[in-house]
């Protein structure tokens, strides 16, 4: 048994043999639990063998996927794997890329299609693999994503503060700023967390287009730094309307506001889990953009973003 | 209180004069669908004074359940009351009033019946403050059965499906019963009338 450990040690090729131990015929009727045992004594194999025995050209991709399936690999045992600190966010997400089959992974309402927490305070040449952990619930298809920024308007400034997006109003109005990405995610649920400075009596929009086609069609929940200020509207080549005035809670406080829209083209708005309110509308049925933005800079205040979940 | 309305659109269309239901400049919560170009379906909720004065203008036509279904089904035919609602914000106040946080709506977040959450939520906190004031289940049966013919489940279902009726004659007794524990009654259900369990009077024929 020494010899063997010897192989498992020094030779990946020995290894993998063992791993398929049906090519040796001592080892086939070999207790399982015994031989994993004996795997377990070479407690000194670093990672980078490890990796190396399992990138190895004898042993096929099936029978890999054929350890990760058995049952002496049990399901909690890959989950403390996958959520160890020594994965990388950057190679867990690659992993949840690679798995993008709903047969395969998604099931239970941990698979989010965006997400964003800013905890690298960028908006661009975003850190995936920053030290600290993410608090969602989820695992994106898209998390960080990099966005496209027009703070061009002179009123406006949009920085990365703290962890949050962090739209700054100078109370002078002029033209239109956002951060935006690509999205073509229409069916399911836009979460995210705002809070305001300061409030005031003079309107300053700050749309969030979750489903935006172009620059005249869109849906968008109206916020601003208004009182009782708060709608799910549309715009339609260019026209404006209100579909459902919500009314919500508007303060200094930070809110949770999330919209949800099924294939019927039934909407639902909630203010820290609370529904204000539903509506249906099908005028628009694709999406291209999803664009955070600022129009009108009349108040002078802060306008925070964080936390966002497509899901 | 909530109701339904057809109603006129007003509004330039741009994000300073948005197109939007006229409600006779009353500033309520809102769900809207187009029926045109001109012309739109509401449902739309706010205090008894705020839905009069919706009701009582000229160019405002009130809906039934009903009228209202039609429409929706004409609009849209897998969507249905449920889907063209807002939160009642007199339920909110009442809920205050009585020592309970509104924001109790939020201990529901699964819908059970239709595919929306908000009938459920109004529903829960409907219930909450129906037990406050110690309508309990029993005596909505009475009711229930009395004028209806049916049980208090059924009208409690009739909420979560998004009927306004059922809404209204809930919201009805819990405002009655609410004014009543004010005049320092103690008020119950008796069938078709709200007592005191104290003095015994009929407060209210329901």
């Given at each position: 048994m020494t010899d063997l450990k010897?192989?498992?040690l020094y030779s990946p090729t020995y290894f993998c043999a063992i791993a398929r131990a049906d090519w040796i015929p001592e080892l086939r009727t070999k207790d399982e639990d015994a031989l994993a045992g004996t795997i377990g004594v070479a407690a000194g194999i670093s990672a980078g063998t490890v990796a190396a025995i399992l990138n190895h050209p004898v042993i096929p991709v099936s029978d890999l996927a054929s350890i990760f399936d058995n049952e002496n690999l049990p399901a909690d045992k890959l989950q403390a794997i996958l959520d160890d600190e020594n994965l990388s966010i950057q190679r867990g997400q690659e992993i949840v890329d690679a798995m993008t089959n709903p047969g395969k992974i998604g099931t239970g309402g941990r698979r989010g299609y965006i997400g964003d927490d800013w905890s690298d305070n960028k908006l661009t040449n975003r850190d995936k693999t920053v030290e600290r952990a993410p608090t969602f619930d989820k695992i994106f298809s898209y998390f960080r994503p990099e966005w496209t920024v027009d703070d061009s308007p002179s009123g406006l400034t949009i920085t990365v503060e703290n962890r949050r997006v962090k739209f700054s109003k100078s109370g002078s109005e002029s033209g239109t700023g956002y951060i935006r990405i690509s999205s073509s995610f229409t069916i399911g649920a836009w979460e995210w967390k705002y809070q305001y400075s300061t409030l005031g009596s003079t309107p300053g929009y700050d749309g969030f287009k979750f489903m935006m086609v172009d620059g005249s069609n869109s849906y968008y929940m109206g916020l601003a730094g208004e009182t009782g200020y708060g709608d799910l509207r549309k715009v339609v080549g260019g026209t404006d309307s209100i579909i459902l005035d919500c009314s919500l809670v508007q303060d200094t406080d930070e809110h949770l506001v999330k919209v949800t829209r099924d294939s019927d083209?039934?909407?639902?708005?909630?203010?820290?889990?609370?529904s204000k309110g539903t509506v249906t509308d099908i005028d628009i049925t694709t999406c291209n953009y999803l664009s955070i933005e600022s129009s009108d800079y009349r108040l002078a205040l802060d306008y925070y973003v964080d936390s966002l979940k497509v899901y | 209180m909530k109701t339904w309305i057809k109603t006129k659109i007003i509004g330039k269309g741009t994000?300073?004069?948005?197109?939007?239901p006229y409600l006779a400049n009353q500033s309520v919560p809102a769900s809207m669908i187009e029926i045109n170009a001109d012309t739109c379906l509401c449902r739309v909720a706010g205090t008894p004074d705020q839905i009069s004065a919706i009701t009582a203008d000229a160019e405002i036509t009130q809906l039934t359940d009903e009228e209202a279904r039609k429409i929706i089904k004409s609009k849209y035919s897998n969507s249905d009351l449920e889907n063209v609602d807002v939160a009642d914000p007199e339920v909110d106040e009442i809920a205050k009033s009585v020592g309970i946080d509104p924001q109790a709506r939020a201990d529901i977040q699964m819908p059970t019946v239709g595919r929306q959450v908000l009938q459920d939520q109004e529903k829960h906190l409907l219930s909450l403050i129906s037990a406050k004031l110690g309508l309990t289940r029993d005596q909505w049966d009475t009711y229930a059965k009395e004028k209806f013919?049916?049980?208090?489940i059924d009208i409690d279902r009739e909420i979560r499906e998004g009927k306004n009726e059922a809404h209204e004659v809930v919201l009805n007794i819990i405002r009655e019963a609410k004014k009543a524990r004010d005049a320092?009654?103690?008020?119950m259900l008796e069938g078709a009338k709200l007592v005191c369990k104290k003095c015994g009077s009929v407060l209210k024929e329901l």
């Open positions: 010897e192989m498992m083209g039934n909407f639902e708005v909630f203010q820290d889990g609370v | 994000e300073d004069d948005p197109r939007r013919g049916k049980l208090g320092g009654h103690v008020p």
